[in-house]
């Protein structure tokens, strides 16, 4: 990935998140599951501050090209379905970022996280088919499935991020869930709220039951 041509910030945007984070590495199975839509595939690493801890915020080094601030601006209740997820609202600034070098070692307080991430766009109209990538502007939600690896150890993940105008995200979301769990998941494949988390949280806090009803501060 390359940093924007211009030396600006680019936000806020907000967002609407669900995820769910599961050890150990992704059943083929959910490959073939999440394989019935379009879809996009990318691969990078982003390094993520965990000390000092920063209440309320998320900030990320992506890929080396940015640095993404993200500001939690609460929960508005749980997504239903068979598998409840804790929803979150973000509002998220970008800032391009160039690493000074690629042997420079991660300094202290930071995890870099490698993912391998396929996602599909799912417009928020019902009449629109699912599509690998977001049109500029539309109002819809993103669905991703990714593997995961941080600190030796491999783990995959399922998410959803609504974006575009605020007070449809909701929906967008609701709309883009129904879609992806129509058909049901894997078996052992469990997605609950015991394993519902942001990165940063999940980083912070390894998934077990309660560690979802921590403070969302990450």
């Not at 600034?93 to 690493?99: G, I, N």
């Not at 070692?105 to 699912?130: E, H, I, N, Y």
């Not at 669905?143 to 399922?158: D, Q």
Request: aromatic share 8%; with cysteine; hydrophobic share 35%.
């Amino acid at each position: 990935m390359t940093a924007p041509a211009e030396n600006t910030a680019m936000g806020p945007a907000d967002s609407l998140e669900v995820r769910w984070i599961v050890p150990g590495r992704l059943p083929e199975a959910m490959r073939a599951w999440f394989a019935r839509f379009p879809a996009g595939t990318e691969t990078r690493e982003d390094i993520y501050l965990l000390r000092p801890r920063l209440r309320g915020l998320s900030v990320k080094l992506r890929d080396g090209s940015s640095l993404d601030v993200k500001s939690f601006r609460g929960s508005p209740g749980i997504l239903g379905l068979p598998h409840r997820g804790r929803l979150e609202s973000w509002r998220k600034w970008s800032f391009p970022y160039d690493l000074p070098g690629e042997d420079d070692d991660v300094l202290p307080g930071w995890v870099t996280v490698g993912k391998t991430r396929r996602s599909s766009w799912f417009p928020l109209a019902s009449q629109d088919p699912p599509q690998a990538a977001r049109p500029a502007g539309q109002t819809g939600c993103q669905a991703e499935l990714t593997e995961a690896h941080a600190r030796g150890e491999p783990w995959w993940s399922v998410g959803f991020e609504a974006a575009g105008s605020s007070g449809l995200l909701r929906d967008a979301l609701q709309h883009a869930a129904d879609l992806v769990f129509a058909q049901p998941l894997p078996t052992g494949a469990g997605l609950s709220l015991d394993n519902c988390r942001s990165y940063a949280q999940w980083l912070s806090q390894p998934p077990g039951p309660g560690a979802g009803d921590t403070a969302r501060s990450q």
